[in-house]
Nanobody
Framework: QVQLVESGGGLVQAGGSLRLSCASSGRTLSTYAMAWFRQAPGKEREIVAAINWSGGTYNEESGRFTISRDNAKNTVYLQMNSLKPEDTAVYYC???????????????WGQGTQVTVAS
């Protein structure tokens, strides 16, 4: 069983930065594709970025956000820079067998961490 726990969310001013972390307390994450999704109020959950087991990435916010993983620490990160008010959402970490954009491709989900960007 993979249990994912996100951390690092909070309130930040526009233009600021946050680093989200996603750690597993169960099985190793090294063989899983990992992804960050976000869901704003009244909107569907959408992918932000994903990374496969070998480090290949997909990124909807390239230039501002960077996804990375440290398999030795069983942790995935999302570095978010130049944050905008429209980035405000609950951010979720997910694990699955292959990197994909769809939520249904991921088997395990964290509880989410709130990111609020003030203008």
């Amino acid at each position: 069983q993979v249990q994912l726990v996100e951390s690092g969310g909070g309130l930040v001013q526009a233009g600021g930065s946050l680093r989200l972390s996603c750690a597993s307390s169960g099985r190793t994450l090294s063989t899983y594709a990992m992804a960050w999704f976000r869901q704003a109020p009244g909107k569907e959950r959408e992918i932000v970025a994903a990374i496969n087991w070998s480090g290949g990435t997909y990124n909807e916010e390239s230039g501002r956000f960077t996804i990375s993983r440290d398999n030795a620490k069983n942790t995935v990160y999302l570095q978010m820079n130049s944050l905008k008010p429209e980035d405000t959402a609950v951010y979720y970490c997910a694990a699955g067998p292959a990197m994909a954009r769809a939520t249904m491709a991921y088997n395990f989900w964290g509880q989410g961490t709130q990111v609020t960007v003030a203008s």
